[in-house]
C-alpha cells in the first residue's frame, strides 16, 4: 500500500480537482483505490458525493465519516476504529470528509510535544490518520491511498503527511504559488526531521507509527491559459520561475543556477491546460472529466476536450505510478 499526499499552502490551485480526478483514473487502469478527504472543508467528498448522500453519512445519529474514525481517541473512550469507506466504484472507494474535523486541531498541536516524552496517548493521537488509512486500506485492498488535504501548515495537516509515503505539489502560475512552495518545502523538511526523532522516543509495543518518508514525487502546473498550445504571457513569467524554486525550497538544493524549462523538469509531473466548460458539466454528473458522455452535454467541441482530458490524466497516472513504484497496466 503506498500513500500519496497532494498538497500545497496556496489554496485554489486545484489540488482537490486533481486528487478526485487520479482517483478514478487509477481505478481504471485496474489498481484498487481508497481516497481519503482530511480537510475539513470536505470539498473533495462533495466532488464525489450529491448533498442528499452526504446529509445521510453526516446524520449525527449514525455518522460515517473520518472524524467517527478518530472521535473515539479524542474523546477519551477508546481508539481509532474501522473508517466507513463509501464506494464508488468497484475499485474506488472514500473516506468520507467532515468539518468536524477542524476539532482535532487542538488535540493534534499539543500531543505533537507530548510525543517527546514518550507518552503512549500522544503517539496514539498522532498516528490516528495513519492507522485510519490502514484500516481503509485493508477494507479496500487498496493499492494506493491518495489524500486530500486543506491549504495550511497546521497540526492537521502535520499529522496527515506524516503518514504520506509521497508527496505531490499542485501549483498555479502565480506569485502566491510561488510564495506557497517557498514555505512549503522547509516545513516540509521540518516535519520530516521532527517526526524522526520522535520516532526514537516512541514506547515498545505494537502500535502502528507512519514512517514519515513525505518524499516529493515533483510538481503539477494546473490551469494555465493555453494559446496557440503555449502558456500565455502572463503566466509563463510565473511557470518559468517554478523549477528552480522547487530546487531550492523542497529539494533544498543550494546554488541552483541553470534549472531546466519547466516543459523539461524531470519534477514536472504535468502542466495540465484549463479545461474550460467541462469542468461544470463534470460537477453536474458526478464524474470526471474524462469520463464525459454527450449525453452529459459534451458534444462538438467538448469531445475533443475530453479525449485531450483523458490523454493528460493517463499520462501524469503513469509518472505518479512510477515514482511509487507501482504497475498501473
Request: proline residues 6%; contains cysteine; aromatic residues 8%.
Amino acid at each position: 500500500m503506498k500513500t500519496v499526499a497532494f498538497f500545497n499552502n496556496k489554496g485554489g490551485v486545484g489540488k482537490t480537482s486533481l486528487v478526485y480526478h487520479l482517483a478514478y483514473m487509477f481505478a481504471e487502469r485496474g489498481l484498487r483505490v481508497v481516497a481519503i478527504d482530511l480537510d475539513p472543508q470536505a470539498n473533495l467528498s462533495s466532488m464525489f458525493l450529491d448533498e442528499d448522500q452526504m446529509e445521510t453519512l453526516w446524520a449525527p445519529e449514525e455518522r460515517q465519516t473520518v472524524y467517527h474514525a478518530i472521535e473515539p481517541l479524542l474523546e477519551g473512550t477508546g481508539d481509532v476504529v474501522a473508517p466507513h469507506i463509501e464506494p464508488i466504484t468497484d475499485r474506488l472507494g472514500l473516506v468520507v470528509g467532515d468539518l468536524l474535523l477542524s476539532r482535532a486541531e487542538d488535540d493534534l498541536s499539543s500531543q505533537w510535544a507530548e510525543c517527546l516524552d514518550g507518552k503512549p496517548r500522544a503517539f496514539r493521537v498522532i498516528s490516528a490518520f495513519w492507522r485510519v488509512i490502514e484500516y481503509a486500506a485493508r477494507g479496500q485492498d487498496a493499492e494506493v491511498v491518495l489524500m486530500d488535504v486543506g491549504p495550511n501548515l497546521g497540526a492537521i495537516n502535520r499529522a496527515a503527511l506524516i503518514a504520506a509515503n509521497h508527496v505531490v505539489i499542485p501549483l498555479a502560475p502565480d506569485l502566491f504559488s510561488l510564495q506557497g512552495l517557498s514555505n512549503l518545502g522547509p516545513t516540509l523538511r521540518r516535519w520530516r526531521r521532527d517526526w524522526k526523532k520522535r520516532l526514537e522516543t516512541a514506547p515498545d509495543g505494537n502500535l502502528s507509527l507512519p514512517g514519515g518518508e513525505i518524499d516529493p514525487l515533483g510538481f503539477v502546473v494546473l490551469q494555465h491559459g493555453v494559446r496557440i498550445s503555449r502558456p500565455v504571457k502572463a503566466y509563463q513569467r510565473w511557470i518559468e520561475r517554478i523549477p528552480r524554486t522547487y530546487r531550492e525550497a523542497v529539494l533544498d538544493e543550494k546554488d541552483v543556477r541553470r534549472p531546466p524549462k519547466t516543459e523539461d523538469d524531470p519534477y514536472c509531473l504535468a502542466m495540465l491546460k484549463h479545461y474550460r466548460s467541462l469542468m461544470p458539466l463534470a460537477m453536474e454528473s458526478h464524474k470526471p472529466m474524462f469520463q464525459l458522455k454527450p449525453a452529459d452535454g459534451a458534444i462538438g467541441a467538448h469531445v475533443s476536450a475530453v479525449r485531450d482530458c483523458c490523454k493528460d490524466f493517463l499520462k501524469l497516472a503513469r509518472k505518479i505510478a512510477a515514482g511509487m513504484g507501482v504497475d498501473l497496466e
